[in-house]
């Protein structure tokens, strides 16, 4: 039997609320009952003589409390409670009062065991009668109640286990980005510090070698010319690779230059530009790799289209290296909504959902030793540069697709280049950096722009050598013993405001993309430096007039 729930305002008087079935095969016992509950303020009364009829009468009427006859004809009272008790519900109360003139002890204990709450002998006391009643009905009611508060108190508990589950999720989501985000920051400091060693000794490989160019190309053979030439190209693809390290955590920096980039076109270079890898190579192993664009015209984008161009790059080869049978790359350009989307789907090997969960991360490869990691985190860092996002669907043996939105620009006018000019009178430049000699060669390369220099290797020493001197630029180097290339320039615009000072350093372009330039800096320069980028940097620290007010 269903639990009901009838909206009555529960009192005291639960009789007045209560519905009673009368079962009994006298009619004059049914007339006496229905008088007596009438009397004490009962409306809801339905009687039967036959007991056939009591089951469906049960389930219609749906009463609260059932007077039930033992002996009677066709179906006696014993049967009538084992119908009532597979009619209702295990956890429901239905209270059974059974009205008999059988008195005997056995008679009583087998009605009670069948389902009989409460026995009642005839004849009947009438107050008995509904004192007894009104007990079993309040029992019902407050069943009911209990029920009622269980089933609230159970839908609260499923509601805040809910709350708690999701409020886990979150949390543990919460625990994987904060734990990414520290192993990317470490990472990046790792990066850092190789980054900022490395590019100490390419600045001498690369320095010194432009040095030697000159000379070499004069009095040597052209074998020794074109082995230095490889020297210093190695020393550049060198000083790539150690950007390229840096670029997954590198955040974007205020003062990067975006110019109006058009994807379709950008698609169209990469296409060709990688066309030795997939066309010519892959030819040369035996397989066949075919290359589609589905380019529309859209608009443009504010970007750099040469971190662009080796973001597709970077997709393709992997794209080609996930296809060692050969297969079809399908790059497509479209306009969507205010953004613009670029696609590259191929048919390779795919990936797991946890190769798609990680691969963007630093340092994980699926290629094993024939992969650094590097490639897609790079794609990564610069998608996120750009204000873009990726989105990546892959399915193991059929192939993947990467997706990257980014936002269209209104940008019409490209930003002036910086031009390339070079100071025409002589300075005297203070030089400082801890190893010997790289000051020699930032020395050898202000000498070769008609330049005099002094050399200094540590930072309160070039404090003191500014103060007895007179210097028109300061070039100092940022980690020093005693003083740092920060704590230098600060001292030195204290004794001398209007003197330049150029912070050439391994760290240049973590500290661009900190938010720019020291206060006390006037050009920050990212070892390796070139001959031409210390020649354009010297420009830049000089005002026109303070260009034109320096010693001839």
């Known amino acids: 039997m269903r639990v009901r729930k009838t909206?009555?305002?529960?009192?005291?008087?639960?009789?007045?609320?209560?519905?009673?079935l009368i079962v009994d095969d006298e009619p004059a016992n049914v007339r006496l009952l229905e008088r007596i509950l009438g009397l004490a303020g009962c409306r809801q009364v339905r009687s039967t003589t036959d007991s056939r009829q009591t089951l469906p009468l049960f389930l219609d009427f749906q009463p609260d409390v059932v007077l039930l006859d033992l002996n009677m004809p066709h179906v006696n009272g014993f049967a009538v409670l084992q119908q009532l008790k597979a009619a209702i519900q295990t956890e429901d109360y239905l209270p059974v009062l059974v009205l008999t003139a059988d008195i005997t002890v056995e008679t009583k204990r087998k009605a009670l065991a069948a389902g009989a709450k409460d026995f009642l002998t005839k004849p009947l006391d009438h107050t008995e009668v509904i004192l007894r009643i009104r007990n079993l009905v309040e029992n019902r009611f407050l069943h009911h109640s209990m029920q009622r508060s269980n089933l609230d108190l159970e839908r609260q508990v499923r509601e805040r286990t809910a709350q708690l589950e999701s409020t886990l999720r979150e949390l543990q989501n919460t625990q994987e980005q904060v734990i990414k985000q520290e192993r990317l920051r470490a990472l990046g400091m790792m990066a850092g510090g190789i980054a900022h060693d490395f590019n100490n000794a390419l600045t001498m490989m690369l320095g010194y070698g432009e040095l030697l160019h000159p000379w070499i190309e004069e009095r040597g053979t052209k074998r020794e010319i074109t082995y230095l030439d490889h020297m210093v190209s190695a020393a550049r693809d060198a000083s790539h690779v150690v950007s390229r390290l840096r670029e997954f955590y590198r955040p974007a920096e205020d003062?990067?230059?975006?110019?109006?980039?058009?994807?379709s076109e950008v698609v169209e270079r990469v296409v060709s530009m990688t066309s030795p890898k997939w066309k010519g190579k892959s030819r040369a192993d035996g397989v066949q790799i075919e290359v589609l664009a589905n380019l529309e015209k859209v608009p443009s984008i504010a970007g750099n289209a040469a971190e662009l161009r080796e973001v597709l790059t970077n997709l393709i080869f992997n794209a080609v290296d996930a296809m060692p049978k050969g297969g079809k790359i399908t790059l497509s350009t479209r306009q969507e909504g205010d953004g613009v989307t670029v696609s590259i789907q191929d048919s390779g090997i795919g990936m797991t959902p946890e190769e798609c969960e990680r691969c963007l991360e630093p340092f994980f490869?699926?290629?094993?030793?024939?992969?650094?990691?590097?490639?897609?985190?790079?794609?990564?860092?610069i998608v996120q540069r750009h204000q873009g996002t990726i989105e990546i669907s892959s399915e193991k043996h059929v192939g993947t697709t990467f997706t990257i939105h980014f936002p269209a620009t209104t940008i019409e006018a490209a930003a002036p280049a910086p031009k390339s000019e070079q100071i025409d009178c002589t300075l005297r430049v203070l030089v400082v950096d801890d190893q010997e000699i790289i000051c020699e060669l930032i020395a050898e390369y202000l000498h070769a722009d008609g330049h005099s220099t002094a050399c200094?290797?540590?930072?309160?020493?070039?404090?003191?050598?500014?103060?007895?001197?007179?210097?028109?630029?300061?070039?100092?180097?940022?980690?020093?013993p005693g003083m740092n290339g920060v704590q230098l320039a600060r001292a030195i615009k204290e004794i001398a405001p209007n003197t330049p000072v150029i912070l050439l350093t391994g760290f240049g372009d973590e500290m661009m993309a900190?938010?720019?330039?020291?206060?006390?800096?006037?050009?920050?320069l990212g070892k390796p430096t070139s001959h031409a980028d210390l020649r354009q940097a010297v420009f830049r620290a000089f005002e026109p007039t303070k260009a034109l007010a320096c010693v001839a």
């Open 255 to 263: 003062n990067e230059i975006r110019l109006p980039v058009d994807l």
């Open 365 to 381: 490869t699926t290629k094993g030793d024939h992969g650094t990691g590097l490639g897609l985190a790079v794609v990564y860092g």
């Open 456 to 480: 200094v290797h540590r930072g309160d020493d070039a404090l003191e050598q500014f103060r007895k001197g007179s210097f028109d630029l300061v070039v100092t180097d940022q980690s020093m």
């Open 7 to 20: 909206g009555r305002c529960m009192t005291t008087d639960y009789l007045n609320q209560a519905r009673v």
């Open 514 to 524: 900190m938010g720019g330039n020291p206060s006390e800096v006037d050009v920050v």
